[in-house]
């Protein structure tokens, strides 16, 4: 099975001049814990997750003095990605070895969709059920 077959691909992205508003706006609309950041080919150039947000706001006075900040400042950049054609299981192994939680999937460099872990391992439970 590959990242073609589990991803999101109708998923919600912010440009480079998205604003943390934007960002919190979509996260909340799609209950997405994670945006991918896109620059003008569609390629990702950032990941803004929630904890980053969440991380930036321990550090400020407030969230609401940030809403018209640009969003990509908080983001993770030159984010990892993987093509579609992927096998899970190896996609998984390099979520898990990066730490990561969302992994951009592209098609020709182009953002396609995204996976979660939690993608992932209900795929591989599902493909042992399938097989036994």
Do not use: N, W
Request: proline share 5%; net charge negative.
């Amino acid at each position: 099975m590959t990242l073609r077959e589990v991803m999101h691909a109708h998923i919600p992205s912010l440009t480079v001049e998205s604003t943390v508003r934007d960002a919190v706006d979509k996260m909340d609309v799609y209950q997405f814990p994670a945006l991918v950041v896109v620059d003008e080919e569609m390629s990702p150039v950032g990941v803004l997750t929630e904890g980053d947000l969440c991380r930036v706001v321990t550090t400020r006075d407030s969230l609401t003095g940030m809403a018209k900040e640009p969003a990509f400042a908080y983001s993770s950049k030159e984010p990892t990605t993987l093509p579609a054609d992927t096998e899970i299981g190896e996609a998984f192994h390099k979520m898990l070895s990066s730490g990561l939680t969302i992994l951009p999937v592209v098609d020709d460099g182009r953002l396609a969709g995204i996976v979660l872990r939690v993608d992932l391992m209900q795929a591989m439970l599902l493909d042992i059920a399938e097989s036994s």
